[in-house]
């Protein structure tokens, strides 16, 4: 059945809470790639031209203690729409309480408030982290500070927190609507377009750090793919689950058996670096060198080696529809970029090819590359694009209420 869009509603007076996903790469308070901000603009532009007041909820990063607390405040993020919204937003730094009230109490139609982080509700509390266990009694206090609710938050479609599902289910039980937000219709659409009926050869490339979360999607996307290439952090568990030494390398010891699983379940399809650029330690300027086979004890592999580069563009060249996700490498470090930006010229110079990169990094590399224009659809989520694509039914999406 069809979703309830924001333009399905009338928001004029109305305070309409959104959920937007503003988790952007930062780094001490300067946002590195404000894409995810950017590809919020036409869902809240919508409710402020139309007279509503838009109450902004999102997280950024994971919050474990109050030391994170400096570093993952939502304010410079708050500063960033202000200027690419251009005109005055008012950051709340709470996402609870009397000041939030105030706050929304004291808006104009036309107004938007962004409040603090939502992660930071999880930390320090009996019920543990209220936010991404998604405690209903925090769902219900967020919902009752609007009238209506619109998930634009597609990069956290995957997840199931208080701030987005919890949120939702408290709004409809109260006999208020939640919609979907202008990205989120976009996203479905064009990732559903894309796969609907893939042209074939269909290569999977996956890479990045966050292995434990995106290791599982690669089961239901064996049969899709006819290759898969794994690269980035995500490459050692494999390479250790093969028996090959991987030194101070990322490396998911729970993960090791799935490993081995889909190395022999994939048949073939999954091809794994041959060598790595390994580092002594995680610093740009550390000492480095090319590995073929075993990482010694003190190294740890920091991108794929120029052998996997080859090996790669040369399965990519043929390719005619192309899923990426997670970078090749640490390629915020100039010394760590080639195996990325060579993976992402691979797929800049495909012609008539459907190209796919998803997840808040993948997409900042592919800008700071400027192959971004060359790419038929950059997505803003990485593991929900992921799981969107195997055919999952995310919460973010089925909490929705139907027209
Ligand atoms: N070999 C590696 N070792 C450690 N970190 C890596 C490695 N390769 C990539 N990374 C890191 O992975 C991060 C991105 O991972 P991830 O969040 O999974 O991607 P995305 O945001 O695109 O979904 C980057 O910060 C990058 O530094
Ligand atoms: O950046 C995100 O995911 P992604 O890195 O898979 O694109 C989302 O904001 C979700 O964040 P989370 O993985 O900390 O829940």
Redesign the pocket.
């Known amino acids: 059945m069809a979703k309830l869009i924001v333009s399905d509603l009338d928001v004029k007076d109305k305070k309409v809470l959104v959920r937007v996903d503003f988790n952007v790469p930062i780094k001490d308070g300067v946002i590195g790639d404000d894409n995810r901000i950017v590809a919020a603009l036409p869902t809240i532009k919508y409710i402020i031209e139309n007279g509503g007041k838009a109450i902004l909820l999102s997280h950024l990063g994971r919050v474990k203690s109050d030391a994170d607390k400096k570093e993952l405040t939502l304010k410079p993020v708050a500063d960033r729409l202000s200027e690419v919204l251009q005109k005055p937003v008012t950051f709340v730094p709470e996402n609870e309480g009397k000041e939030v009230e105030a706050a929304i109490s004291k808006m104009n139609d036309g107004d938007v408030v962004v409040l603090e982080n939502t992660r930071f509700q999880d930390i320090d509390n009996s019920f543990g982290k209220r936010e991404s266990k998604n405690d209903p009694a925090l769902g219900e206090y967020w919902a009752s500070l609007g009238d209506m609710y619109v998930n634009d938050a597609f990069g956290t479609a995957h997840r199931s927190h208080a701030s987005n599902v919890g949120i939702a289910e408290a709004m409809k039980k109260a006999g208020k609507p939640a919609a979907a937000g202008y990205l989120m219709e976009k996203e479905i659409r064009f990732l559903g377009d894309a796969v609907a009926n893939p042209v074939h050869p269909f290569v999977t490339i996956l ?4 292995v434990s979360d ?1 290791i599982d999607v690669i089961t239901n996307l064996i049969p899709k793919s006819d290759h898969i290439l794994i690269g ?2 995500m490459a050692y568990t494999f390479l250790a689950a093969k028996g090959q030494e991987i030194g101070k ?2 490396f998911e010891p729970d993960k090791v058996d799935l490993a081995k699983k889909l190395l022999k379940d994939a048949a073939g399809k999954i091809v794994l670096p041959v060598d790595n650029l390994a580092a002594t330690e995680f610093s740009n300027d550390a000492a480095r060198k090319v590995v073929e086979g075993n990482i010694p004890e003190n190294m ?3 991108d794929i080696g120029p052998k996997t580069i080859a090996n790669f563009k040369e399965i990519l060249k043929d390719a005619k529809t192309v899923v990426w ?3 090749m ?4 470090m100039p010394n760590f970029a080639e195996g990325t930006l060579e993976v992402g010229k691979s797929l800049a110079e495909l012609s008539g090819a459907t190209t796919i990169i998803g ?4 997409t900042a590399a592919a800008k700071q590359l400027g192959i971004a224009p060359q790419i038929t659809h950059i997505s803003t989520g ?2 929900a694009s992921l799981q969107y694509l195997e055919g999952k039914e995310l919460p973010g999406i089925a909490c929705i209420s139907d027209k």
């Open positions: 890479g990045g750090a966050k995106k980035g952090g390398s990322l740890m592999g920091l996700n997670g970078p490498g640490a390629f915020e997840g808040g990094d993948s990485g593991g």
